[in-house]
């Protein structure tokens, strides 16, 4: 019930801030608009869009990307109607209350929306690549290297992300199934 689309995946922390542009922040909410229609059969989705900084920056008391980046690109989409609505603080969007009133949630990087999501469903969770010609989906926890060959792996994510595979390719190829 939960899903969340990242601006940034795996880079350092460190370099996120610089990576935070109208340009990323824009074809993210573009592909994920786009895929929640044609995937999930979501016409008009209501995006809860994370701003990067504590506090979605304090109205730039914090630091200038959430004013000077995510505000005016969320202002742009509002004004063509879109429910898109940021930027908001990642320490409430994931609360039961809020998550209830979005169709996704969009975090500014890795560990902002992943950590919520994990610690809400960890080992149930699918990743989806959107923006691929074909279907793609993962395990929720990487690659699990230090299981390997140990018997300790658990296959639930596994299995969930042949699933939802199986689903988004029927959903994809005929709209009538969603």
Known sequence: DLRVALVTTHVPVRDVSELITRQRVTAVLDILYRELGLLFGISDPRLCVCGLNPHAGENGLLGPEDSGVILPVLETYRERGLHFIGPVSADTAFTPQNRVKYDAIVAMYHDQGLAALKAIDF???VNITLGLPIIRTSVDHGTALDC????????????AAIQLARTLTFARQEPSVR
């Open 123 to 125: 080992g149930n969770s």
């Open 148 to 159: 390997a060959g140990t018997g300790a792996a658990d296959p639930k994510s596994l299995r």
